[in-house]
């Protein structure tokens, strides 16, 4: 009987299959459970005074160790149940022909098996999900752990860190910082940031599930599992309506690549937090490694942007105007025909442009052009951290308050 209904639970619920060991365990499972039924169906045993079998609670808890849901092992003891009563009835039909008999006796061995799975299936499930918190929070505390030892240099097992984390680290990562904004204490923002993670990687066509380590309630930090591929496709920002910001590194390879893109993010997040309100949903350390690399003091960083680009550094919307179109003319090489195809503007406008944004700089962009760019890029990225903040001019406060003006 007992062989029979564990190649029937074996057969009909996959997420059971396991190695040999579990599946040994789920056949002494069974065996006792079958065991324990007859003994009180035969002597007649109050259910006060049973308890799931030893090994039926073992075998609840290597389940939860293996992260197979709750709702297998329960569907194993239904099928259990159902095969264990066709058994009984199949022998009551053997050993007599009397109908009441056999309805009688039917009913009893339906209503104890019955009884006897709703108190077994509680106790068991109470170890599962007790061993699941426990096995989750080490779990989490190894690979903390094992993430840190990466991250310093630590000589580590390729293999056991690989099979602690669940992440294959011989491949090309990006590392990701995320947190949220202005998030409220005890809120989900944990879960919110590991599901706009993953929809990340999905929306970047990747394949793999992303690594994810929780910093505190509301920041983490992820890999993103790249394969062969080296270079992370832009996509568009997640979750940013909720105040989900990322930072991320650029590609690389190995446990040195997984160490050095995350040391990329974590400067990429700098620059972010330095923007305050102004910063964007993601920041790549591709396009601020300049900024992340400088960004030990936003107030040393303002003074210097300040002085590099004089009046050009006024947070108004004209000089806003004079450095993007300076910024985009730089990096066309000087070229005003290249710079005009790119903002869509005539050359003329764009050499007169250029001509404000030398005025407002006090010098020819040529002769400190890479301190200007740097600048222009800081301004860029970290906006009003690092404008000159202006007030009202004194005739525009007069214009606020004179009669028919």
Request: one cysteine or more; hydrophobic letters at 45%; aromatic letters at 6%.
């Amino acid at each position: 009987m007992s062989a029979d209904v564990y190649g029937l639970i074996v057969r009909e619920i996959p997420q059971l299959h396991g190695d040999k060991r579990v599946l040994a365990l789920l056949e002494a499972s069974v065996g006792e459970n079958v065991a324990t039924v007859l003994h009180i169906i035969q002597h007649g045993i109050e259910l006060e005074n049973v308890h799931a079998p030893a090994a039926a609670e073992e075998y609840a808890r290597r389940l939860a160790q293996r992260g197979v849901p709750a709702s297998a092992l329960l569907r194993a003891y239904r099928i259990g149940s159902a095969r264990f009563q066709d058994w009984c009835l199949e022998e009551l039909g053997r050993s007599t022909d009397n109908a009441s008999i056999v309805s009688a006796a039917g009913m009893r061995i339906a209503d104890i098996t019955s009884a006897y799975i709703d108190k077994v299936s509680e106790e068991v499930l109470s170890a599962y999900e007790a061993e699941k918190e426990n096995w989750l929070r080490n779990l989490s505390v190894a690979r903390s752990a094992r993430v840190q030892a990466l991250l310093r240099g630590e000589r580590v097992n390729v293999d056991s860190s690989e099979a602690i984390l669940g992440y294959r680290l011989r491949q090309h990562h990006v590392g990701v910082v995320c947190w949220v904004a202005n998030a409220t204490p005890g809120g989900s923002a944990l879960g919110a940031l590991e599901q706009a993670t993953a929809e990340m990687a999905r929306q970047a066509g990747l394949d793999g599930r992303p690594a994810f380590l929780p910093r505190d309630e509301s920041s983490a930090w992820a890999w993103l599992p790249l394969g062969s591929k080296d270079a992370f496709p832009g996509v568009c920002a997640v979750g940013a309506e909720s105040g989900i910001r990322f930072a991320l590194g650029s590609a690389g390879s190995g446990v040195s690549g997984f160490r050095r893109t995350h040391q990329q993010a974590m400067g990429a997040q700098a620059v972010a937090l330095a923007a305050g309100g102004a910063g964007r949903p993601v920041t790549s350390f591709a396009d601020v490694a300049p900024l992340a690399l400088m960004s030990g003091s936003t107030e040393l960083m303002r003074t210097w942007v300040i002085e590099t680009l004089g009046t050009l550094a006024d947070d108004d919307g004209q000089h806003a105007m004079l450095r993007d179109t300076l910024r985009v003319f730089l990096q066309e090489s000087g070229s005003f025909v290249a710079a005009a195809e790119r903002l869509t503007l005539h050359k003329n406008t764009v050499r007169y442009r250029v001509g404000k944004a030398e005025e407002s700089l006090g010098r020819p962009v040529g002769e400190d052009r890479l301190q200007v760019e740097l600048a222009l890029l800081a301004a860029q990225w970290l906006g009003p951290a690092v404008l000159r903040q202006l007030g009202p001019s004194p005739a525009l406060r007069g214009a606020a308050v004179t009669p028919g003006r």
